[in-house]
């Protein structure tokens, strides 16, 4: 079929957008209102962090890691530690692994709570993302009780962890996920019931499992596709220990990927409560770490937007020779693309929405 | 309790030449492109293209020894999720990757200097 040129043209859309949280460009070719192909540009955040890696002593470069971004500085610095971790061969001590697991969901948490937030802002019910994000206040109280910081942690250290959860800690956290639980159970019936909120997501860019799995999308947007994958079954920190599985869908549209994120707040619950249940008595948080690292080692984590990986490399030097971090936004890109094409205009910000793009994350 | 899957990552090294088949039969076997990276070791460049199985969760890296004249073909035309890291090897270690689908021409980064992290090249008289 012949292609009519002169209905078609390019609009530049980013990287300064009402709806985006984050600077990503597009330039989208549209056909009328049709959106039939978009070509991503990044590279306005960019830090060079892995280069600073290469020449920042690998004890310090961990506080870099977990600056790379606010929202997933957790996992980050976990990542981070973990690839170091295998390269020096040493078992962190079961405590610190649970409590890894527990920092861990409630970064999952409170990062799914932001994402339902802009998601809502992104189709105009304002007053659903205000619940979202008031919400969301709570398991950042509850980072702050236990870390100090609501946003970067920084309690990950080579070897364990730095802080512990006391008991009074665990009652705060149970009394305060109880809390979200109920309170999430209310809005969810907006999410997911409410007529406007389903004519805006149900439908709209539709990605199936087979164009996930060439695309190579992960996380909360492959599982919405129907692939069942969560790397948190690899059984790394205390995940072994737990009961779950992962929460899909087989729409592959808007709206299964806001039913995942949704249902994976209360997943993240779940595994906070078993995770506390069985919280290991000896108190030990770290083993010690001497010398410099030699070698390589590849860690894959389940970060709150996908899988995560972490490359280190070292040869015995007090620098790193390589530090990857491929972050999960790095990876959906190509399905963002993929789901824009047969867009209309209005939907474009909605769909950049629904990979929950961390830019900050993907320039590093 | 859950089920615990997880096997051993496994590295293999192969040739450049080596790079589009190897691609082609992995990704016959269900695996999906999960990272690729260059690294600098010495002189040399090391490049990995790790592939993951979403049901197995096993981890299979190619790496590649090379240097920044040796040609690398793109395996994009198979995976096309590659292209943004065979733009950022390009861009960042000044590896010689050829026919990227979307080449950015090193500007995915929007960087001003010439491949940062490239092994150093002598300067004249030394």
């Known amino acids: ?364 | 309790m859950a089920e615990v899957i997880c096997p051993e990552n496994r590295l293999f090294e192969i040739t450049p030449e080596q790079l589009l088949p190897k691609t082609m039969e992995i990704k016959t076997r269900g695996f999906r492109l999960s990272q690729a990276c260059a690294a600098l070791v010495k002189d040399q460049i090391e490049l990995s293209y790790s592939f993951a199985h979403d049901e197995t969760y096993q981890l299979e890296t190619f790496r590649i020894v090379t240097d920044q004249e040796t040609e690398i073909p793109s395996i994009t035309e198979i995976v096309p999720a590659a292209v943004f890291y065979e733009n950022e090897m390009k861009e960042l270690f000044g590896v010689n990757i050829k026919m990227i689908n979307m080449d950015y021409d090193n500007k995915l980064y929007r960087i001003e200097v010439e491949s940062p992290m490239a092994p150093k090249k002598p300067k004249e008289g030394e």
């Not at chain 1, 659903?128 to 702050?144: C, N, S, V």
């Open chain 1, 1 to 364: 079929m012949a292609v009519d040129l002169s209905r078609r043209s390019v609009i530049p859309y980013g990287p300064q957008h009402p709806v985006l949280p984050e600077p990503i460009h597009l330039d989208l070719v549209i056909e009328d209102e049709k959106v039939v192909e978009a070509i991503p540009s990044i590279g306005f955040i960019h830090r060079g962090l892995e280069g600073l890696a290469m020449k920042k002593d690998f004890n310090d470069m961990q506080y870099v890691i977990e600056r790379i971004c606010g929202i997933c500085s957790f996992m980050h610095g976990m990542g981070y530690c973990e690839a170091l971790e295998g390269i020096f061969e040493v078992e962190v001590p079961d405590r610190a692994k649970f409590l890894r697991t527990i920092w861990c969901e409630m970064s999952r948490i409170h990062s799914h709570l932001l994402w339902l937030g802009l998601l809502a802002d992104g189709f105009g019910f304002e007053s659903l993302f205000y619940q979202a994000w008031r919400i969301r206040e709570k398991i950042l109280d509850m980072a702050e009780l236990t870390t100090g910081g609501r946003l970067i942690a920084s309690v990950n250290k080579i070897g364990g962890v730095l802080k512990d959860i006391d008991d009074d800690m665990t009652k705060a956290i149970l009394k305060n996920i109880g809390e979200i639980e109920e309170e999430l159970k209310q809005i969810e019936k907006t999410f997911l019931l409410d007529y406007t909120v389903q004519s805006r997501l149900k439908g709209v860019g539709v990605l199936t499992k087979e164009q996930i799995h060439e695309l190579g999308g992960v996380g909360p947007v492959a599982r919405a596709s129907g692939v069942n994958v969560d790397l948190r079954k690899r059984g790394y920190a205390a995940y072994k220990y737990l009961d779950f599985e992962p929460v899909t869908s087989n729409d592959g549209d808007c709206y299964a990927r806001c039913n995942v994120r949704l249902h994976e707040v209360y997943q993240s619950i779940d595994l906070i409560r078993q995770a506390i249940a069985k919280l290991p008595e000896d108190r030990t948080l770290a083993v010690p770490v001497k010398g410099n690292p030699d070698g390589e080692c590849f860690v894959r984590l389940e970060q709150s937007r996908g899988e995560a990986v972490y490359y280190a490399k070292a040869t015995g030097g007090k620098f790193l020779d390589r530090m990857r971090i491929r972050t999960p936004t790095f990876a959906n890109i190509p399905s963002l693309c993929e789901m824009l094409k047969g867009a209309t205009l209005s939907d474009v910000g909605l769909l950049v929405i629904t990979i929950d793009p961390c830019i900050s994350c993907t320039e590093r």
